[in-house]
């Protein structure tokens, strides 16, 4: 969802996407936090396979997305650290705090 906000953890990385980099509090209530390939895994067991896993292709954040509205999440919390794993970093790049915008058609 285009309404949706993306945060970035470490301002280092915040600075890739513009040089006006601000601090935030943000409140989830039940974010789905990803910070482990046992925990993609285990997603991919519960949700079934996403539409595509090739890095490239955007198709699987909908799926993604959907899953976790469904679920209950109101937030995505990608927690690979500065140095974190290879499965968590090829596809998301930076540690980040995503805030699904919910809305009636979800």
Known sequence: NS????YAVFRDHAAKFGPEVSSHTILLNNP???DTRDKVFDAFEE???APST???DVTAWPWLRANLVAAGHDGLVINIGKY????L???FDIAQVIVLKI????
């Open 54 to 56: 090739r890095e490239e």
């Open 89 to 91: 970093r090829r596809p």
């Open 47 to 49: 949700w079934g396979p």
């Open 3 to 6: 309404d949706d906000l993306h």
């Open 84 to 87: 974190g794993e290879k499965l």
């Open 32 to 34: 789905f936090i990803l």
């Open 103 to 106: 809305s009636a058609t979800d």
